[in-house]
Nanobody
Framework: QVQLVESGGGSVQAGGSLRLSCAASGSSYFMAWFRQAPGKEREGVAAIYLDGGTTYYADSVKGRFTISQENTKNTLYLQMRSLKPEDTAMYYC????????????????????WGQGTQVTVSS
């Protein structure tokens, strides 16, 4: 079992930055950030293979968002820069349970554990 608690969301103007955190209890080899805007499907934003640090990003956030881990604190981060109004959404942390599936790391169906979400609002 993995429990996930997100924090760090808030309101920011376009062009600003936020850093989301996800505190994890339990272990997983694959973790990711997803987001869901009202009326839209949940989409994968970034994922990381924790044993090696390989990262994956959605095209819409490449060059602006960075996913990272801090093993000593068992914490996942999402650094978001140059935020746009279209980044407004509820952001969720997710983790895979075994067996590990390395394919399509930005598909929500690959993840077994989810946090409660943290809201990010970007104003123009």
């Amino acid at each position: 079992q993995v429990q996930l608690v997100e924090s760090g969301g808030g309101s920011v103007q376009a062009g600003g930055s936020l850093r989301l955190s996800c505190a994890a209890s339990g272990s997983s080899y694959f973790m990711a950030w997803f987001r869901q805007a009202p009326g839209k499907e949940r989409e994968g934003v970034a994922a990381i293979y924790l044993d090696g640090g390989t990262t994956y990003y959605a095209d819409s956030v490449k060059g602006r968002f960075t996913i990272s881990q801090e093993n000593t604190k068992n914490t996942l981060y999402l650094q978001m820069r140059s935020l746009k109004p279209e980044d407004t959404a509820m952001y969720y942390c997710a983790a895979q349970g075994p067996p590990w599936d390395y394919r399509d790391p930005l598909l929500s169906q690959k993840y077994d554990y989810w946090g409660q979400g943290t809201q990010v609002t970007v104003s123009s």
